[in-house]
Structures are given as C-alpha cells and as structure tokens.
C-alpha cells in the first residue's frame, strides 16, 4: 500500500521553473546534486568494511532540499540541521575530506573525531552546527538569527529538520519567538512521512505541516522537495524577506528517502513502509529529473555529464585516500575544549 | 558491523551452562517480562517511539503488539515532554505505563515532567494518587554515540525524591526487577545498558519478581569491595578475575537499584574488605559513584582502611571517535588497577 | 493606554444564551460564581494576617469561565489546572475547608499542607490535579483522558490554562497527542492577557490563540469568558463531543483578572497594565452581568439575593473557624508518602 | 508579609560596618554587575520572563531595560526549552546572554538544551565554538514555595560536564562572580538563594572579579570544618558561632563554585581539622554533598579524624506547609549538633 505518493508536478515543475535560469546555474544545480549523490553511495558501500565507525544517516534521495536552499545563500548565511546532516553539510560548501575524516574519527575530522557524522561542521563554509537531538537545532538556530539580528549583520539562518522534529514542543516554541521577532531565519521542514520506521500518520493528525507552522503566524511555504528549483524559488524568497528585517519563513518540501533511517541499503522490506512507495518517488529521483530536462532540452552534453561523473569520482577517491591516511587522534585530545577558556 | 549492531554486539560473553536452566538473551528476558505483565494485567500498557518497528527495542517489544493489540502497544510523537506528562496521568488514573526510551539522552527532555511531576505528585497529593510507571531507556556508549547518544543519567536522577532507579546486570535480574517496577506503585526508571542486550543467562520460567532496592553479591572476597550495577559489573567481574590472578579476593557487590540503595550490602562487605572502588557507566562526579563514596565515609568510616576509590566517566563529555572512546570509558584493567593501589595503602 | 479591550457582547450576549434555561439554572450558576468571589475576598481580606503562608492566585473577574464550564460536567469527569486553581476546584465542588485547611498549612487541608494553594486537589469531586509549573497539568490531563479511552470509562477530561500556557512547547505536543488519539479531552484556555506581568504582545505574536490551537486539527471554539453561559454552552458542545467518541476540543475564553498575579489587591498601579483597561473590564464583570440579567427580568428576588449572600457568609466565616482551629502537622508527616507501597 | 515579601525577608541579618566601605544589598549588587556588564560590552544582553516588570526579578534588572533599551534587556514568551536555545545560539554567534529565572524548577524544563547542548557543543565541535552564557536562578524556599517552586538543582547539574556553577553567599562575591560569569566563554549557572536578596554588604565600586573555581576561608578553626555556598554559608557561619561557645574551632569554607569545585581548599583545611561536615540548600543524596564527603574520603582520607557529615535536605519533596517546611530544612543548630557528634567520634 502506497500510503505517501508524490503529489507534485514532476518534469512539467521542472521545465515551468527553468525558465529564465541560465544552463551553467542549472548544470550547477546538478553536478551539486550529483556529487552529494555519489559521496553517499561511496560512504554506503564502504559502510561495512567498518572503517567508519558512526552512525549515518543517507540524504539519497533528498539532495533537492540541501542543494536548491543553499544555493539561494550566500557564505555568510549560516546552516544548523539535525542529525541528517550530511546533505546540508556538503550544500552549503563544507570540506569533504574534514568530513570524511570526521566520519572515519580522524583526529583531523571536521569536529576532530569528537562530533561524529551527526555533528558535522564547517564554520567557514557557514555550515554552523547540528545536534543529533531531533529539534535540538530549532532553538540554537533560532537564536544565531537573534544574533544575526542584534548585531544588524546581513546573515539568514537557516535550519533543516524533518517531518517528525515539528511534533517537538520546541519547534513549536521557536516558531513563536521567531515571528513575535521577526527573525531572520528559514525553517526548512524536510518532510520525508517518517521518523525511524514510524509513519507520519502514527503521529500526527491528518494535518498539512506547513498549515500547521502558519498558525504560528509567520509566512509559509509549500516547495515541491524533488525539484531543485521549487526548493531555490521558495528559499529565495524567504532570504529576500528575512534580508528585508520581514522575519522568518516555514518551508515545507515533501521528499523521500531512499535508505533506511540510519544504516546502508534500504529496509523497506521489513515492512514499516511499501517498496512500491519508494518505487513510485524513485520515478521523480530530483537528480534524474533535473537531468532528464537537461538532456532532453540539450543543455547539458553528454560528454560534460562523463566528465562531471569523472571528477566526483577522483574527488572522492582522493578524500576518502586522505580520511584513510589521517592519523587517529591520542589520549590527550580527549581532555582537550571541555571547558573553553 | 555498522551502527545498530556495532552498538549491542560489543562484548562477548561466556554463554551460560544450559544445563541449569533456559537460556535467553537479556533482551528476550525483557520481552518476557513485558509480555507477562501486558497478560496478567489489563493496566499495564507500553508506549514510547517504535516500540512497534521491526527492530522492535533491540527485540525487547517483538511481538507485543500483535499480541495485545495496537491500543495497548503504541509508538508515539516524537514530544517527549508530552508523552512523560501523559504517562504519568495514565498513572494516576488506573493504568501502568511503561514508557520506552531507545537512549537516555532524550527521557531529559522530559526532565519536567519526571523530576517535577511524575516523582512527587504522590507525595504532593499526600499519598491520594500514585504514580505507577516505568520510565525505561538504553543507556550505552559506543560506535560513534557521541556526547548526545549516550549520556547515563543516573547520577543526574540519583537525589531526586520519590523516583526509583534499577539497573539489571543480567538477564535473570532484567527480566525480575522489570515485573518487580511494572508492579510498584511509583515512578521507576529502568535502565538498562545495550552491552547487555544480548547477554545470555538462565531465566525462569513464568512471573518472579526481583525486589527493588536490594542487592546481590556476585562475588565473595575478603579484600577489596566492588560496588556497582549493569555493565559495571561486566566490568568488575572481570576485574576480580583479574585480580584473583595477584591473589586479591574481590567481592563484587551488585547493588541492582542505585535508588532506593541498598546501603547495608555495602556497608556489610565494607565491614569484610575495608576497601571499596565503586564504579559506575556514568560520570564519576556527584553521581553514583559519589553516593557511594560517601556513604562508604559517614556510615562505613570506622571498617575503611584506605581511601574509597572511584572508576567512572570523567568530567567530559562522550567524544564521539572510536579511538578517544577507548580513552575515555573504563575496563577492567582499571578498575583492577585501582583496586590494587588500595591494597597498597 | 487600554490594550485589551472586552471584544463580546455583554449583557446582550447573556440575554441571547439564557433563552431556554430554567430560572433555577441560571441563579444556580449566579451563586456559584458569588460563592467564588466572596471566598476569595475573604482570602485577600485575610492575607496580611499571615495565617495563609502560601501563593495565592485569586480568580477575582474570571469566576464565569471555572463556573459555566463546571456546569456542564458531571462528577465523574474530571478537572485539572494550573497554579491559579481555587475557581476550578470551588466550581468543581471542591471541599471549601479542606482547601482552606491547606492554605492555612494545617494537616486536614485537602493535600495535608503538602501541596499549598497551587495543588487543591478533591479527588471525590472529581478535581483530579494541578501544577504549579506552567503547562505541567496539560500532558497529564491529556494522559488522564488517554486512561477514560482505554478503560472504555464514560468521563471526560478539562484542564484550564491560561493564554501563556500556550507558549510552553508541552502543549502544542500535547494538542496533537490528543487530536491524533481522538481522547475525550477540552483544553479550556482562560486568555486574561497577560503572564504575570507580562502582556500577551510581548510574547506571541497578533495571532488568536484558538486559531494557533486549531491547527493542530481539532474543533475549536471562541466563548466569551464573562458570559458564563457562552462557556457553559461551548464547553457542552465540546462534552458531547467526547462523550461521543469524536475527541478533543480546544475553547478560548478571553476574561480578565481584577487582581494582582499573585498576593492580595490589585497591582495595575505598578505600570504594567492601565486601570483604566481593568476599569472597562470591571464594567463587564461576569457575576455583575448575570445579575443585572436577573434581576431586570425578575428571576431573582432582592430577598433571594440577600439569602444567598447570607449564606455564603455564613459557610465561610464558619469554614475560616474550622481551618484557624485544625491542627497543624507533626514531624512524622514529612517522611510519609514519599513512595507509595 | 504575603509571598513574595515572605520569600525573600525570612532571615534578618547583621547589618555590616558602613565604615568599611559602600553597603549594598545582594540583590543591588546583582544589579550593579548586570548594568556594569551591559556597560562594558554591547555583546551581553539579558532575558528572561519578567526581566523587564516592575519587580525587576527581586530588584536586580531593575532600570536595566530603561537604560539600554528593549533589544538588550527582554521579556521571553514562556518557552524554557526554546528560549535556553535561543541564548546558545546567540552564544555560539557572539553574543553573551544572561538568562534569567526566577526559580529553578524552570531551567528543569530546558534540561535538553541546557546538558545536552549548551555544556557539550564546544567539547563536539572541537573547541571550534564557545558558549559564554550565564544562566541565572533563584533558589529557595519558604512560604508555600513547596515541591515544586523551590528545588534546588545544583545537585542534579554537578556532574554535567562543561557546565560552570557558581553560587555567591556575600554581595561582594554576588557581583564579582556575576562579572567573571558573563565573561567566562563557557555556560555558567548562577544560583541566587532567596533568602539573600536582601543581605547588606560591603560591595566595591565599579569593575571586579571573583574568580570562578575559587573558594574562601570565611573563618579559621582548628576542629572541624564546614563546607558549603550560598545559604548554607549563612547558617554555617551561624554554627560556628555556636560551636564557639562550646569551645570548638569551626572552619568554615565558602565554595563559591560548585564547580569546578575548589578540591584543594577542601583538602587544606581537611588536614588541619580532620573532620567535615557538608552543608548544602540541596538534596543530600547524589548531590553537593556526596560529592564532598566522597572527595574527603578520597583525597583527603589521610587526614580524617571521623565520619564524613552531610547536612543537607532529606531524600524528600518540599513540602508546601509551614510546619512542615521547619521539619524540612536544616539550621544551623542541625550543623553545630552534626560537628559536636564528629569532635566525640
Ligand atoms: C529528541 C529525540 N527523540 C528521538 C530521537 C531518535 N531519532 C533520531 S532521528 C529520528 C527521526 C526524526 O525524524 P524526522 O525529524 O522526520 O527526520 P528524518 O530522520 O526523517 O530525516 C529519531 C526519532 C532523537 N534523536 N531525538
Ligand atoms: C514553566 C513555568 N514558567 C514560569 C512560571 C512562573 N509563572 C507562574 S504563573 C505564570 C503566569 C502564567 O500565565 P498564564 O498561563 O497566562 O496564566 P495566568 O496566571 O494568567 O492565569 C508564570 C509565568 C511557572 N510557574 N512555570
Ligand atoms: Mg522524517
Ligand atoms: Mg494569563
């Protein structure tokens, strides 16, 4: 039984979006999506030569919401997200091998083996924090947006959660303090129907989220999650808004994770959810999507495709390579920045 | 062995003879005592995120809710504020919740709800509601669990009043001290650590009890006292074996509920060994550890011929890399180690 | 400067509900709301005396929500409440001298001195609970109508809140365990406006309350909080409603309290609100309303009236002589009930 | 004298030599520090439900919104959870944000963001953030406040690792510790107890530290020692006096910091006087109490003569009577009687 099917537009989505952009953005917009793509599937094969002892939690499937909000800000915007973090992470420009090296707890990981691949981190890139706490972030990010605002610097925040971190009462919280402020901050709801194994219908109400988030009187919107654009057109207007001193913005993107909740290789078949509900989002893959109108509208050669396939390729060999050759942390890292001086 | 297993499969066990009774993992000790009570008491019902999932709790909830149906075996949102409150006002109304937590991390949300209602509303009423829940969640540590996966609350829950805290070594004990809490008439928490899951031991058939608030000796000895529940006793087993090699007579108390405590197990072997290491999954500071250290010095002075000596977490939060965990969590040698500078006192 | 206005209909609002309702109802629920008034005077009369070494919380201007929302329950449902609890628990039916024994710290009071004025509690009249943390009565209430559900039991749940109560993040989580379960519960939330001191604009955003509780799907209703009536018939709905299996219900009922937070006498000359808004609200005075209504239609006599105010001075002077003339606990009372066996 | 007059005159105090220097209260000193804070760096602002009323939480925000507006100095929605968030996040960004409450039952309902999160983030991301946030709370008790107005929690965070907690026992130290916690780059909890509100002291001018993990010898003695902060202080202190009358010479220890705890002041005078009694406004059990008291038998067991004590509250709720609350919680006559039984061990 299909319990969440795709309700939006598809290609015809894709293709009405477009227009206006130029190719390079859109090409962009894939070999993003793409190379999130691939970074996964390597970490996912290589998961069970156990060089990677930590938890991960795979966004294929969900590359359209990292990749189209972050491409509407700029450096100095900020990104908290949760415990899915490597999507956001990678989006918003983080160092790959910092975070292959976080993964594999080398002492050079991007949070020095300490954070693990919930708490990936790039300050540079602005990808500011995660908590592994599911709405542990709502709060933290709200208040960088306080900061942001405080101190009258030209900074959005925005913080990524999932479907099931709205039923914590602090998201709840938030969204007041946000709107009675009118912070500068984007609530990017990636709605995915599940929490672990749990379905959304298991808890909550037959509601829509976003209408939800509205009655915290903040504006809202209603972004199609497989299409990169719809993603970028609704966070753009949401940073153009928060830019403005207007205050903050819900998104709700409707997505679908391949994977399992945590782990490698889909558990679909232990039956918390219907293969053929995954079959059905498969069809609107974001990546294939993007890629179908590209080749189709002959934007994008297939010799460019061969060769943005080439360079990811090496890229993660080479990151990987360096996680592997990176040392391990000693004794006396351990005692460090317990307490900040 | 990625993640999920890499979290319970972390120690090997000695498997039990089978000749002295039926085997069962901890983890099916548990299941068994929660399908008991669903049986024999209409009440009693479970609740927490996933208890319905394929994964089932580590297999602590298989099965349960295809038994007794979906009213009485029931995932939950994730708002564990909520959940806690309404555990504890099915309490107070006739039922016997046991609300389940897959980490403890996430029972502090509901901090609220557990320190400041559910453990002194029955106190507060002047004894006209009671409170009769379970608060159960998965302590552990490992495989990247980090400084937010894997805190063991404990010692932050120790002085609260009106709550009790169990913390099963085995799966006799997991099986016995869960009937024993689903049974009592006040909030429980139940902790029990993942290592443990799959532990084989000996588990009677049908209902008994363990009571809560008593402990057990594991082992004699006439020389040093280790102090300690759930994994620590693992731990401290394998450190009396250790120092048995050196000709040190370990006696391992388990002391099976740190709150109420069983103060005269320890003042009791204390009187035997005049020495005492306590250890503890936790941190070392204010908690478990603490207690004991210092009951060991108010009631225990007189018996002490050395220090009291403490083997826990230290003042830093879980680091998430396998490496540092090796660092930062104790084993057996250690606790040996201290044990052995006591005898040197 | 007024910033909350009366927004209801007033006397042509009780005129317009009282159709229908036998006289003997309606100066059934004008005592009520008297006996309420008058005891809680006497308790501000009596305050400095420092015999109550307790908070207090009066209900002085709000008597009508606890009143026309008890009229509508039978003893056997069940009411639980916040910090500001005597109107609950009088309207409930609470035992007068049991609650006045707890606020003189004797050991007869209805929680044997161990709970104070924030936790009246009558278990025979149904007041099931309260909380002296904002937003703490509402899970369990919630938990306590999870409990009529599953017992198949014929009871029905209310716990009052106020307007800042709504801000705690518990009870958004809670407002979606209740819709999603369908439990025979109303969430009854008394907006006077403010949190202590603190006025509702400074901590929500212009949004109506009953609207942000709506979208957690579930019926909603807006009752006017000095018309007892709009309170009792909105809260009739909500009963029939749960009784019928078809769940919770949340009401808003905007009301004012003529007094202070906490303590005796009113504190509006410190700043924090205008007497001339508590002025234009002493003008709709909920009992004042109902007896205009009475008495210009002649449903009460000036002689009933003055029967009446006759005996409800009596049962307090005489239940103020019982709890000044109960014993105080002993020292062994502390170490009991600390664990129930 | 109702409520909130009741709660915060309930002790009378010596009134300090004017000769000595300027007299302030304890809660004008707080203020002093906050509006020096506020002065000197445009990074700290300060929140909290009802910062900004006339009561001016027990006087100490008082004119702080007035003199540096409403964008530094405001009123929250009441959002615990949330609102201990939004101070980490403004800290992380580079801010420095003093949250204020007026009890500590509150800040239970923000554990997650408090233990989870704020303590932990700095040691998680490497030392690559910091978290310079002053938690502030009132402690106390009395007149009705009863279980759950007036728990003090400094017992339940002590072993939180990357937590601070100061609690001041003089003006003097409530504002040079507020100044060194709004500076400090870590999260510091500040607990006030009530009952000091009002205390006089000799408070300096203008700009001052008392240093955090610092503690203080309050009065010499050679017989036994008296360890403890915040209130406990002033009835240590009043011990004292009493046991001076028998002829015993209490030291009394202010810790000023619970943590990181001042081990070595302890120690010090432990090894002059040989006995301890811990005195804390907290539960005993698990606590500051058994924290000291296994600290002496750990470190200091060398030196002691006798029993570790604790004077402390019992494994109990508040209760919310007066009669009851005089039951409840210890005095200095309890502390003196505890001394008197270690000097005839
Ligand atoms: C407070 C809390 N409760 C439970 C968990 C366990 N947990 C980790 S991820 C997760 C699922 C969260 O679902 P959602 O917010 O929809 O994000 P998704 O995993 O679907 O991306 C849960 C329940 C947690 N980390 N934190
Ligand atoms: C969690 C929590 N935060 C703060 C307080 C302090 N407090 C007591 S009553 C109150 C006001 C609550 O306002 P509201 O819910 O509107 O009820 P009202 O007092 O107006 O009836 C506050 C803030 C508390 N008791 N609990
Ligand atoms: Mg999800
Ligand atoms: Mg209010």
């Avoid at chain 1, 540079?124 to 960088?144: C, D, F, N």
């Avoid at chain 2, 708002?79 to 991390?105: I, K, Q, T, Y």
């Avoid at chain 2, 993942?194 to 004699?220: A, E, N, S």
Wanted: charged fraction near 20%.
């Amino acid at each position: 039984m299909i319990r969440y099917c795709y309700k939006g537009e598809g290609l015809d989505g894709i293709a009405r979006l477009a227009q206006g952009h130029e190719a390079a953005f859109l090409v962009g917009l894939y070999r993003s999506m793409l190379r999130i793509r691939r970074i996964e599937e390597e970490i996912e094969r290589r998961y069970h030569e156990n060089q990677m002892k930590t938890p991960i939690h795979l966004v294929i499937g969900q590359e359209a919401t990292s990749v189209g909000c972050c491409a509407a800000l700029r450096t100095a915007d900020l990104v908290y997200s949760s415990h899915r973090t490597h999507g956001a992470y990678l989006a918003k420009g983080g160092d790959l091998k910092a975070m292959l090296c976080e993964m594999h707890c080398r002492a050079n990981g991007c949070a020095g083996s300490r954070g693990g691949s919930m708490h990936l981190i790039d300050k540079v890139a602005g990808m500011a924090g995660t908590s592994a706490v599911v709405g542990g972030a709502v709060p933290i990010a709200t208040g960088a947006a306080l900061a942001a605002q405080m101190k009258h610097e030209d900074r959005v925040v925005v913080v990524f959660t999932g479907d099931a971190t709205t039923e914590e009462g602090v998201t709840s919280e938030s969204l007041n303090f946000a709107a009675l402020k009118r912070l500068p901050i984007i609530f990017l709801c990636e709605n995915n129907f599940y929490s672990v194994q749990s379905p959304l219908a298991t808890r909550q109400p037959p509601r829509e989220i976003h209408r939800w988030a509205a009655a915290h009187d903040l504006p809202v919107a209603l972004a199609d999650g497989v299409n990169v654009l719809a993603v970028f057109q609704a966070t753009q207007a949401a940073v153009a808004r928060a830019r403005a001193g207007e205050g903050p913005t819900f998104i709700e993107a409707p997505v679908y994770r391949f994977r399992a909740h945590g782990g490698a290789g889909d558990d679909s078949r232990m039956g918390y959810r219907d293969e053929a509900e995954r079959a059905e989002w498969e069809r609107v893959c974001p990546i294939k999507l993007l890629e179908t109108y590209l080749t189709q509208r002959g934007l994008i050669q297939s010799s460019t495709m061969a060769r943005v396939e080439a360079e990811i390729r090496d890229e993660i060999a080479e990151a990987f390579a360096f996680a592997l050759a990176s040392p391990n942390p000693v004794e006396a890292d351990l005692y460090r920045h317990v307490y900040a001086d | 062995m990625p993640w999920d297993e890499g979290l319970v499969a972390s120690l090997v066990y000695d498997r039990p003879d089978p000749s002295e009774g039926r085997i069962l993992t901890y983890a099916q000790a548990i299941n068994e005592a929660l399908s008991l009570a669903l049986d024999r008491d209409p009440a009693v019902f479970v609740m927490g995120q996933g208890v319905d999932d394929p994964s089932a709790m580590f297999g602590t909830t298989r099965g349960l809710q295809q038994r007794f149906g979906t009213a009485r075996v029931f995932d939950t949102p994730l708002s564990e504020e909520s959940m806690m409150g309404v555990a504890a006002g099915a309490a107070m109304n006739g039922l016997r919740p046991v609300f389940m937590h897959n980490r403890p991390d996430f029972v502090l949300l509901a901090a609220n709800q557990l320190i400041t209602h559910a453990s002194k509303l029955h106190f507060m009423d002047n004894g006209q509601t009671t409170v009769p829940m379970v608060i159960w969640a998965a302590i552990g540590r490992g495989w990247g669990s980090g400084a937010q996966h894997s805190q063991a609350i404990q010692g932050i829950l120790l002085g609260v009043p009106g709550l009790k805290i169990v913390m099963p070594s085995t799966p006799h004990d997991a099986k016995g001290l869960m009937l024993s809490a689903i049974l009592d008439n006040n909030p429980v928490c139940v902790f029990e650590h993942r290592w443990l899951m799959r532990k084989d031991g000996v588990v009677p058939d049908g209902f008994y009890r363990v009571p809560i608030g008593k402990g057990i000796v594991r082992r004699q000895g006439r020389d040093v006292t280790i102090a300690g529940a759930s994994h620590a006793i693992e731990l401290g087993m394998r450190a009396a074996t250790m120092l048995a090699a050196d000709g040190i007579g370990a006696e391992v108390i388990d002391l099976r509920t740190i709150k109420p405590l069983d103060e005269e197990i320890v003042l009791e072997s204390l009187r035997k060994t005049g020495r005492i290491v306590v250890v503890d999954t936790a941190w070392m500071k204010g908690g478990v550890c603490a207690e004991i250290g210092c009951l060991a010095a108010e009631k225990g002075f007189r018996d002490l011929k050395a220090p009291v000596a403490r083997v826990g977490l230290p003042d830093i939060p879980a680091p998430a890399g396998f490496t540092l965990e090796q660092f930062y969590y104790p084993d057996a040698a250690r606790i040996a180690a201290s044990a052995r500078e006591l005898m040197e006192w």
